[in-house]
């Protein structure tokens, strides 16, 4: 299959549904949707390899997955992971109500970050 001229046939179907299962295997559906304006939950179906035909969705995915196996796979890096679970878990009081109260905390953290006001 070349890449950009994705044609019907049976072989491009095989070929797409690799490279969308190899996209699945790097990057969430979240993250997908956002850099391609498809919908998540048809990234996450179309990434299942619940397709019959070459659509422009699919053609969107296909050509982010080979722009993604050009770049390095973007996520945290461990050791800052780390640090983000030991800080909350220090801040956590162990009791349900405080587990509660942290998570809307990081939730309107996450809000405020998209530019979104806390609900």
């Known amino acids: 299959m070349m890449q ?3 044609k019907n046939g049976s072989a491009d179907l095989a070929a797409a549904r690799r490279a969308l299962q190899r996209l699945r ?5 979240v993250r ?4 391609t304006g498809i919908h998540q939950s048809q990234v996450s179906r179309l990434l299942r390899g619940q397709f019959q035909r070459i659509s422009p969705n699919v053609r969107v995915l296909v050509a982010y997955a080979a722009q993604a ?3 390095r796979p973007q996520g945290p890096a461990p050791a ?3 640090a983000v679970i030991k800080a909350a878990l220090r801040t956590w009081d162990a009791t ?8 809307r905390l990081l939730r309107s953290v996450r809000e405020l970050r ?3 006001p806390p609900a």
Do not use: F, Q
């Open 4 to 6: 950009g001229d994705v």
């Open 25 to 29: 295997e790097r990057a969430s559906t």
């Open 32 to 35: 997908i949707a956002t850099d």
């Open 69 to 71: 196996k050009a770049r």
């Open 80 to 82: 800052a992971k780390a």
């Open 96 to 103: 349900p109500e405080g587990a509660r109260a942290l998570v």
């Open 114 to 116: 998209r530019g979104k």
